[in-house]
């Protein structure tokens, strides 16, 4: 009979190290868990980048954190989705929202439905279908509301990083977390190819039956097992950020994403930043456009087996994928769940292992096709775009495209991260669409199909009208707050 597992010890300095220490005590309060809080890895994404995905409002459920403490009182933002602009020059922009786009009618999905009225030349924007869109372009914001057309969206949140981290840290010590301040100086590995013992500068040392990396990019404890990472820098080409933090400013509730020679810059309230290729791009004149800028170096790839042993790689110790789309946090929230409900015993039978690295190869490799389809159907002349155009893409990703190239289908992957609306969003944004339309469509006659299009827009319209300003909605749950 195995023993069960007592202790275990996270390692990192950031966010995601205080999310993994605070999840597992949480949920699993019988175990004696440390956290080593090393300095922060200033090129650990998941640490670094403000915008978020919608999955972090669940995880802060999970651990019984309200939105009054994940919010209100870190001076987070709530956000809907993105805004690209520049990704296909003869294109307007278009918003990916968090949303289902279009009223399903009929037995088929409503982005076929807009194909037909595409080609027929009278459908609007697909994303004007988007209630979530609507409330965004209009600088709105409500939260799911029964009843209305608002009922469905999701949406992330904008964080205000140092504010956040105290928080999760001060939850991490009220769940009663053991914090430890270090630095690792050496990592022991005994012949079971188990993390043995971390050494400390200037002595000492800590041991656990389970270790997790947060340490990003470095994985100062995964690392030392192997060296394994998967490159996917032919289907990613942005190799280098510049981020710049300046002054707190409202967040928009639509993130812009703006695609330039070189790869694509943004702005999220304070913190702005330029992603770029840097064989393509003239160093020097995007340095001088954000001149306190932090450099940092990307090196787009996943383990393929982040827990090896008895260490667990989450965040950028795993994977390391530019943040175009907002999966670094995810990603790392996603592995800490997984870890959660995979707990292993301190034998660390190498079946539970194998099914978290499976889930984990799985959720990573369709984040990296999903951030490589917004390159692969960009139509912009440079030649990085060009060369971006020109690569093969996965496999998994060449399946995705081929489908819906040829009448809008879209297969599912198990651990997919975003929903058939959101991918149609972005194949329909910069101008990917079928050669024919799905014959099934036609159990819809086009005249009732274009009746119920023109509602559900009208219906948007009218609920747009109705909501308040994202400022507004903010300061009104501050003010209920302070009561």
């Not at 005994?190 to 040392?205: E, I, M």
């Not at 002349?381 to 081929?402: F, K, Q, V």
Request: net charge negative.
């Amino acid at each position: 009979m195995t023993e069960p597992l007592r202790t275990v010890l996270v390692a990192g300095g950031g966010i995601t190290g205080w999310y993994a220490a605070a999840a597992i005590k949480r949920r699993a309060p019988f175990l004696d868990v440390t956290m080593l809080a090393t300095r922060g890895a200033p090129d650990a994404l998941a640490d670094r980048i403000a915008c978020t995905l919608p999955s972090i409002r669940g995880f802060h459920a999970d651990l019984g954190i309200g939105e009054e403490d994940a919010v209100l009182r870190t001076g987070a933002a709530c956000r809907l989705g993105t805004l690209f602009s520049g990704w296909a020059d003869d294109l307007p922009d278009y918003a990916h929202v968090y949303d289902r786009y279009g009223q399903r009618f009929g037995a088929t999905s409503f982005h076929l439905h807009w194909l037909r009225a595409r080609r027929a030349g009278w459908a609007d924007a697909f994303d004007s279908y988007a209630p979530a869109a609507a409330l965004a372009r209009a600088g709105r914001f409500v939260p799911p509301t029964p009843g209305t057309p608002f009922a469905d969206h999701d949406y992330g949140l904008t964080l205000d990083l140092p504010r956040q981290e105290r928080m999760v840290r001060a939850f991490a010590d009220h769940v009663g977390v053991r914090i430890l301040a270090g630095e690792i100086a050496d990592v022991a590995i005994d012949d079971r190819g188990f993390v043995a013992r971390l050494t400390l500068v200037g002595g000492g040392s800590l041991a656990a039956d389970l270790v997790v990396d947060a340490t990003g990019p470095a994985a100062r404890l995964r690392g030392a097992i192997d060296q394994a990472v998967d490159d996917w820098s032919g289907w990613l080409p942005c190799d280098r950020l510049l981020i710049h933090a300046g002054a707190p400013i409202e967040p928009p509730v639509l993130t812009p994403v703006v695609a330039h020679a070189a790869g694509w810059r943004w702005s999220s309230g304070a913190q702005t930043g330029i992603a770029y290729a840097a064989a393509h791009a003239d160093e020097a004149a995007l340095a001088a456009l954000m001149p306190d800028g932090d450099r940092i170096a990307i090196r787009p790839g996943m383990r393929r087996a982040p827990w090896r042993g008895n260490c667990v790689a989450i965040g950028d110790s795993a994977t390391q994928v530019e943040p175009l789309e907002w999966c670094n946090l995810h990603l790392a929230l996603s592995a800490i769940d997984r870890l959660v409900t995979m707990l292993p015993d301190a034998a660390m039978a190498p079946v539970e292992a194998a099914d978290f690295n499976r889930q984990c190869v799985a959720e990573a490799e369709r984040v990296r096709d999903f951030v490589a389809l917004h390159y692969v159907a960009a139509r912009r002349p440079e030649p990085m775009w060009r060369a971006c155009a020109a690569t093969p893409p996965p496999d998994s990703l060449a399946h995705t495209l081929t489908q819906f190239a040829e009448r809008g289908r879209l297969p599912f992957y198990e651990e997919e991260t975003f929903s058939r609306d959101e991918w149609a969003a972005v194949l329909i944004g910069q101008g990917v669409l079928p050669r024919r339309v799905d014959p099934l469509v036609e159990a819809v006659p086009a005249d009732a199909a274009a009746a119920a299009m023109a509602r559900h827009k009208a219906d948007i319209a009218a609920a747009v009208q109705r909501t308040p300003t994202h400022a507004a909605w903010l300061a009104a749950q501050a003010s209920r707050l302070s009561r």
